[in-house]
């Protein structure tokens, strides 16, 4: 399975941004779904994740609880993570996969989020 991250850019503190992830897996609404972030000399860590189907589950680290919003589009087979009132602490290259230690599918590249002050 192949995910392609996009969606990210430089913004200014207080800005808005939205990711999208595409992934290439042959039934995609099964599977439940997160993004990820990683920061320059930090582990990555799992910000947002939505449950399989319609999505109704959603959880947010606390980091972005408020900010983040994830959702889903099983048709165009596509996660997204809508950014609001973003922080220089919320820079990272941003990740999508499976929220489940070991059972992630390939890395993407990310996408790189870069928030100045």
């Known amino acids: 399975v192949q995910v392609v991250e996009s969606g990210g850019g430089l913004v200014q503190a207080g800005g808005s941004l939205r990711l999208s992830c595409a992934a290439s897996v042959r039934i995609f609404s099964i599977n439940d779904m997160g993004w990820y972030r990683q920061a320059p000399g930090k582990q990555r860590e799992l910000v947002a994740s939505?449950?399989?189907?319609?999505?109704?589950?959603?959880n947010y680290a606390d980091s972005v609880k408020g900010r983040f919003t994830i959702s889903r589009d099983n048709g165009k087979k596509t996660v997204y993570l809508q950014m609001n009132s973003l922080k220089p602490e919320d820079t990272a290259v941003y990740f999508c996969n499976r929220p489940f230690e070991g059972r992630w599918w390939d890395w993407g590249q990310g996408t790189q989020v870069t928030v100045s002050s």
């Open positions: 939505i449950s399989s189907g319609s999505g109704g589950r959603t």
